[in-house]
């Protein structure tokens, strides 16, 4: 029985407060799985076969794509916050910077939809972009640590961790289930080109309000406005 | 006039030679912008609507779409393979190694679809395979050469460029036109990694037969199969 799916353009119906609860995690569970599966570019409508919920139901709920990515990926982005703060008690800087590096990436490789999440921003998400932040605040302050030590090139740049997520993203969209580790020799050699001295100068970094503006292209706000007819 | 619209099918309706040509050509044409756009996973119903053709008429020609792939990308596989021979022809085999690297990864950035094309195999596109093959014995050649003169790690394997390229793919997709040079500063840093001597030991490559598989998984057969219904 699905109290939503009943009722699903009345709405003078109001299910009880705790069925209304119950649908909430239900579709959050759903697209927990079809975001892990298939990336965030996975539709509404597909979340919503896999949550046996009719779409006006999850658009009552989640009104747009962004706000149900929020939701799915708090606890993630929480947990992607407390890495940082991990690396940042560290008492050898490069030794938390690698370290954190890995764990953000496994993160990545352990959930498609994640490994989505962290190359892009979603400025209707407060709290999820809050965290963000937080948590971006953590890693400019990891890099100048480890640069101090003289261990970290001095010419990275913060932007060069979003570069390595989206690079780690590609490796593991393509690699899959296939080869479920090729990432890993990926961003190792990434962190040993990292490393201190720098074998020879870099192209610029792109400029940080390019590089929100492509982390606001990739985001599902984007495609949403191609997703199947909500009337349904 | 669109002959293949005007009867889609109608197989006794046979078009002049002709026009059968030209409904190809124009198929192709459309194709290629599509997947320079949208990359692969454009769907052939959105080809048709782009050709301005029914999608009979385009399954007619092309039964799969791996075939209408290997069309649209022949003359820029066959570019890529050219690169290979220019870097085997330069008298320094780690500059050649080098530059092909940034010509591979250029490719692959002025075109969405063909960053996924070099991430790909497509078994049942002979000729396309065939100089895909014939490139890929150049660049072992290539790497061995370079390994030889002490300036490319003595663990560099042929796969790693493979990896390069779903890595690549991954920051090109992920900033687009936002942020266009972005891909330059990661493959600055990949191939800096590649220099000798390595900085550290590496995680394995991944397997041979399994990076064939994923390279099999992520070519739009798979997804092919969710293709709209052909029928219309």
């Known amino acids: 029985m699905n109290p939503g799916a009943q009722h699903p353009d009345d ?8 069925d209304a609860e119950r649908n909430r995690e239900r579709i959050i569970a759903a697209a927990r799985r079809v975001f892990a599966r298939d990336g965030l570019n996975a539709s509404m409508a597909s979340v919503a076969r896999e949550a046996g919920v009719g779409i006006a139901t999850i658009f009552r709920r989640f009104p747009t794509k962004e706000e149900l990515v929020a ?44 490994a989505d999440v962290l190359t ?17 605040e953590g890693m400019v302050e990891l890099i100048d640590r480890a640069k101090a030590t ?9 932007s060069d961790l979003v570069l390595i997520h ?5 490796v593991i969209n393509a690699t899959g289930d ?14 040993q ?36 007819d909500r009337s349904n």
């Open 71 to 114: 939701a799915v990926f708090a606890d993630r982005m929480d947990s992607y916050a407390d890495a940082v703060a991990v690396a940042l008690d560290d008492p050898d800087p490069w030794h938390g910077f690698v370290g954190y590096i890995e764990t953000a990436c496994a993160m990545q490789a352990a959930d498609y939809g994640f």
């Open 11 to 18: 709405p003078a119906s109001q299910p009880l407060r705790s």
């Open 166 to 170: 989206m690079a780690n993203a590609g």
């Open 193 to 228: 080109s990292f490393e201190a001295p720098a074998r020879g100068p870099l192209p610029a970094s792109p400029e940080h309000a390019a590089l929100y503006k492509a982390m606001l292209r990739a985001s599902p706000a984007g495609p949403a406005a191609a997703e199947p």
């Open 120 to 136: 892009m921003t979603f400025p209707t998400a407060k709290a999820m972009e809050e965290r963000r932040n937080e948590a971006y």
């Open 150 to 158: 003289g261990r970290l090139r001095e010419d990275f740049d913060p």
């Open 178 to 191: 296939a080869a479920p580790d090729a990432w890993r020799r990926v961003v190792a050699l990434m962190i």
